[in-house]
């Protein structure tokens, strides 16, 4: 200021003394009006930033704001009342609630009040502004440069006076600062824990290892009391009243239909069974000179009635005997798909009249091998298969053949094989391993102690795949082979001679057909 008056030779008059007096006043008003506004802005700010410092805000507030005064009183009473109840309860404790809600509204007065304060502040400073406006209208005929003056001074005594309200201000919040304590006290450090409290790890693997064991044990004596299929020889024998004649290994190559297959591997396990069922026929059979009927018979389809019955007339008619195969099995035959010739003439046109015997007959590519199929489905094939031309088609064959092997119809379906079964030299019921049913075994009991067939003779087919693996694999069956079905022989299904390789099998195969076989 001192270098402005310097520079520009200001000297100021009577009149411009009652002018300047004037506004001075003014500006005194202006400014402190700015001042008292500077400072709300300043507690509102203050308050934005620090909302739970209500101690250091209460000692810095002047008296001339009573309103504001008791609403930090109070905010500060809430705000300790809220802190001691945190410690004994929760923060979702409907007290602790009922505290947050007021804590709020108090809040809220305390900023409205603010502003409601500094729009007071705001309306009274304008008004001063208009007055110091009227005033400077009449300095239009004072020169520009005091008119600077005028606003270089009045922007100097603002600034002073801002600088003396911050100092003092800051005196203020320095001794509140210092005087600050807090209400929390620490007791004893927390301890870092070593080990998780939930959840219990050993105990939850404990708990899974037992009801994995539970569930296996539950799984496997589920699995022994709804077993039902027939898995080894031992059953067998113990079930029923029927003779053993041999079992027939599982054939590993893939078959649509049943194939005559000993004459294409004749050192393998399955031609060597045949080979030894066929040695067993003759224990069965009353004499050797008479010819031999033999009948094939199961008791459901699937179980390789026509697969045992086309191999076993194979397997003799390589032994030397003039053997003939016939399809009786009038209602869903099969004999003509294994030797891959149509089903035109056959059993039931001989019988009724239409072809003769040797129109009927198929030579094999064996020499010694003859077959006749079904022919044609009758609508009655019980009354074919129990009339007297049955009989006397027999008998003929037996005048011709050294062995007539007859496939019959599953006796478990229908009673058309009875018949034949009664008349036949060797009567062989075939069951399949992991296949047949427990049950099926009271039929032949029925077949034996009721009809009286005691030279009734099991097969058991399909020995060796699934559950029945294990009994087939360490010689429990029951036969005459060199290498296979032999008591105590713990063999692996393969003979010294035989040209098949075995196939092995994992840890886990060969352990769960163990468990199976107790079953």
């Known amino acids: 200021m001192t270098a402005f008056k310097q520079a520009n030779g200001i000297s ?55 309103g504001l005064s008791e ?6 009473d809430l705000q300790s009342r809220q802190k001691q109840l945190l410690l004994k309860l929760s923060p979702n404790n409907p007290e602790i609630s009922n505290i947050n809600t007021q804590i709020s509204e108090v809040k809220k007065n305390l900023l409205q009040s603010v502003l409601n304060s500094q729009d007071e502040v705001r309306q009274k400073s304008d008004e001063v502004n208009k007055e110091i406006e009227q005033y400077l209208g009449n300095y239009s005929n004072v020169p520009g440069i005091q008119a600077q003056y005028i606003r270089l001074s009045r922007l100097s005594d603002l600034k002073e006076k801002y600088y003396l309200l911050l100092l003092d201000k800051k005196s203020a919040f320095s001794i509140t600062k210092a005087g600050f304590v807090s209400d929390y006290t620490i007791l004893k450090k927390a301890d870092v824990p070593t080990k998780p409290i939930f959840p219990n790890a050993p105990l939850i693997k404990l708990l899974g290892l037992v009801s994995g064991l539970l569930t296996c044990i539950i799984l496997i004596v589920v699995r022994y009391l709804l077993h039902h299929k027939i898995l080894s020889i031992s059953e067998i024998t113990r079930y029923s009243d029927a003779g053993i004649l041999g079992i027939i290994p599982k054939y590993r190559q893939p078959m649509d239909v049943s194939k005559l297959v000993v004459n294409k591997n004749p050192k393998s396990v399955l031609s060597e069974c045949f080979r030894s ?4 026929l003759e224990y069965i059979s009353t004499s050797k000179s008479n010819p031999q009927l033999i009948a094939v018979t199961s008791t459901v389809a ?3 009635k026509t697969f045992i019955a086309v191999n076993m007339a194979g397997i003799m008619a390589v032994g030397g005997k003039k053997v003939i195969l016939i399809d009786f099995d009038l209602r869903k035959p099969q004999l003509h798909k294994a030797f891959h010739v149509d089903n035109q003439k056959g059993v039931s046109t001989i019988l009724i009249g239409k072809f003769g015997l040797e129109d009927c007959i198929h030579h094999s590519e064996w020499e010694n091998l003859d077959f006749i199929t079904s022919g044609p489905l009758p609508p009655n094939p019980a009354e074919f298969i ?8 027999i008998n003929k064959l037996k005048e011709i053949y050294d062995v007539v092997v007859i496939d019959t119809p599953p006796v478990g379906i229908v009673t058309d094989a009875l018949h034949l079964i009664k008349q036949a030299d060797v009567p062989l019921y075939i069951l399949r391993a992991d296949y047949s049913s427990r049950n099926f075994l009271n039929n032949v009991n029925y077949l034996v102690n009721d009809h009286g067939i005691t030279k009734l003779s099991i097969v058991l087919n399909d020995m060796g795949e699934g559950a029945s693996m294990y009994t087939y694999n360490y010689g429990y069956g029951y036969g ?27 840890f886990l195969f060969r352990t769960v057909a163990f468990v199976k076989s107790f079953f």
């Open 480 to 506: 005459y082979g060199y290498g296979y079905g032999g008591y105590g022989s713990r063999s692996y299904g393969y003979d010294y001679y035989s040209d098949e390789m075995p196939v092995k099998k994992n």
């Open 12 to 66: 100021i008059g009577s009149i411009e003394s009652d002018i300047n007096t004037q506004l001075k006043e003014l500006k005194a008003k202006q400014d402190e009006f700015s001042l008292e506004y500077s400072t709300l802005d300043y507690y509102r700010k203050y308050f934005i930033q620090y909302q739970d410092s209500t101690r250091l805000l209460s000692g810095i507030v002047d008296n001339r704001y009573p």
């Open 71 to 76: 609403n930090i009183v109070r905010l500060d």
């Open 302 to 304: 699937g179980e390789g």
């Open 277 to 280: 069922m066929r040695t067993n």
């Open 386 to 393: 129990g009339s007297k031309k049955t009989d006397e088609l």
